[in-house]
């Protein structure tokens, strides 16, 4: 893990207004699902008291860190940040678990692992992008042309990533199952390394890393999950014991806004957003143009829509006997800050 301490600019007067409204809300002793026990919300904390606060945030390669610097948001906080960097969403949410970071942001699989694992974490705010960014790849030349030629080949991914539900979703809809391929459990910087020396047959991967093998390596895309194998769904999950200090959650009130915040940006400075991406973390400004593309995300609410989308997808993780527990998703998730996000999902 990389751990960087960074101070968080002070924002238009539309925005702080935003923000102070939002700080202000959702206070006092309202009770909300998180877990196997509803979790008491603690009332916020004054803006004074934030400065002693620290967030220790979870973060992947071009992730929330870059998009808040990107959209000039991640300058004089009230608090402080300290960001570890993460190959993938399961180490990130094991470290939550484990109390290492209080929060961070993750795809639509991780969550459902750590819950069937009985992390202490809880999902606290949404967000959508465009499902073409979740893709199944196979190395250029390959003969592979369907999703059923896929039987008894071997498939790299990471395992409890949002590429492991698509690739469950997308092996059930060309009528396989996991047992009908060879599954090789890999991070994305491996698994990079796997697919261009042709150790694996097939990738399934997101963006940055999609487009990155796609016009580094030729890689050509053999189905998306524009056609109903990805739901696009992303999350900022926090530890139950951040949620249970009240200077912590005020601070991820805060945070959750800005990254909302950052993410309309975003979706309106798209190539600011890919020239920033490409400095900060060294990818070809041509891999970041086509990532911001495919995703175009946007905030969205917490709600039963969402909810039941992923109750979908942790049954099938169940049927398909990749969770080691039936998952209840709506246990796991915790609504406080949907009023301060409002603005930004309605």
């Keep these: 893990m990389r751990r960087l301490r960074t101070p968080l600019f002070p924002l238009g007067a539309a925005l702080a207004a935003t923000l102070t409204v939002g700080l202000a809300g959702c206070s006092g002793g309202t009770a909300t699902a998180a877990g196997a026990a509803a979790a008491v919300v603690p009332a916020d904390v004054p803006p004074a008291a934030l400065s002693k606060v620290t967030l220790h945030i979870g973060d992947q390669k071009g992730g929330a860190q870059a998009l808040l610097q990107a959209a000039g948001l991640d300058k004089d906080l009230p608090y402080a940040v300290q960001w570890s960097t993460f190959t993938s969403g399961p180490p990130l ?43 199944l790849l196979v190395p250029s030349g390959s003969s592979i042309t369907s999703p059923q030629q896929l039987k008894g080949k071997r498939i790299a991914v990471s395992k409890g990533s949002s590429a492991h539900g698509q690739l469950l979703l997308a092996l059930g809809k060309a009528g396989l199952t996991p047992a009908d391929v060879q599954i090789t459990y890999l991070q994305p910087a491996d698994a990079f390394t796997a697919f261009s020396t042709h150790q694996v047959d097939a990738w399934a991967i997101w963006s940055p890393y999609a487009p990155q093998a796609r016009l580094q390596l030729g890689a050509r895309v053999l189905e998306d999950g524009s056609d109903g194998t990805a739901n696009g769904y992303g999350f900022t999950v926090a530890s139950r014991a951040a949620l249970a200090d009240p200077g912590r959650s005020t601070a991820l009130k805060d945070y959750v806004v800005r990254l909302a915040t950052a993410q309309a940006w975003a979706r309106q400075h798209q190539a600011e957003w890919a020239a920033t991406w490409a400095s900060l973390t060294g990818l070809a400004p041509a891999v970041t143009r086509q990532a911001v593309a495919d995703q175009d995300t946007r905030a969205v609410p917490l709600d039963d829509t969402v909810v039941r989308s992923e109750q979908t997808l942790a049954d099938a993780f169940t049927t398909a006997g990749q969770l080691p527990a039936k998952v209840s998703v709506a246990q796991y998730v915790d609504k406080r800050y949907a009023a301060a996000l409002a603005p930004y999902t309605s």
């Excluded at 484990?98 to 459902?112: E, K, Q, R, W, Y």
């Design 93 to 135: 949410l094991e470290a939550a678990n484990a109390g290492a970071v209080d929060a961070g942001n993750v795809g639509n699989t991780p969550p459902l692992f750590a819950a069937a694992a009985g992390s202490k974490v809880a999902v606290v705010a949404a967000s959508q992008q465009g499902p073409a960014g979740s893709q």
